[in-house]
C-alpha cells in the first residue's frame, strides 16, 4: 500500500501562484508514476499532469499547459504541482496519484493504483 497526502492548497487571486505537494509513504520501494488531478464543483475529475518515474518525462493538459509544471524529489518521495497564472477556472480539489510503473520513463494518466484525498484550490476573480 501506497499513501498519499497532498498539501499547499488555498485561495489565491486569479493570475497568482501556488505549489502543491504530494507526499508518499508506505511502500514506495517500487517505481511509481505520479500525477494530479482535480474535480471542480459540479464535475467530473479530470487529469492535469503527469509525470514519469525518473521524472525526465511529463504531460498535461491542454488547459493547464504554459501555465502548470509538475516535477518531483524521489530522495524525498514528493511531487509537486507548480501553478502559475490562476484563473477562477481552476478552482477545484487537487489530487495526486500513483500507478506502479514498469518502464522508468513511463507516465500514466487513468487507471491510477493509489489516490491521496485532495487539497482545495479556490482563485478568485
Known amino acids: 500500500q501506497v499513501q498519499l497526502v497532498e498539501s499547499g492548497g488555498g485561495l489565491v487571486q486569479a493570475g497568482g501562484s501556488l505549489r502543491l505537494s504530494c507526499a508518499a509513504s508506505?511502500?514506495?520501494?517500487?517505481?511509481?508514476?505520479m500525477a494530479w488531478f482535480r474535480q471542480a464543483p459540479g464535475k467530473e475529475r479530470e487529469f492535469v499532469a503527469a509525470?514519469?518515474?525518473?521524472?525526465?518525462?511529463?504531460y498535461y493538459a491542454d488547459s493547464v499547459k504554459g501555465r502548470f509544471t509538475i516535477s518531483r524529489d524521489n530522495a524525498k518521495i514528493t511531487v509537486y504541482l507548480q501553478m502559475n497564472s490562476l484563473r477562477p477556472e481552476d478552482t477545484a480539489v487537487y489530487s495526486c496519484?500513483?500507478?506502479?510503473?514498469?518502464?522508468?520513463?513511463?507516465?500514466?494518466?487513468?487507471?491510477?493504483?493509489?489516490w491521496g484525498k485532495g487539497t482545495l484550490v479556490t482563485v478568485s476573480s
Open positions: 496519484a500513483a500507478k506502479s510503473a514498469y518502464y522508468s520513463e513511463s507516465y500514466y494518466y487513468d487507471n491510477m493504483d493509489y
Open positions: 508506505g511502500r514506495t520501494n517500487n517505481m511509481y508514476a
Open positions: 509525470i514519469s518515474w525518473s521524472g525526465r518525462r511529463t
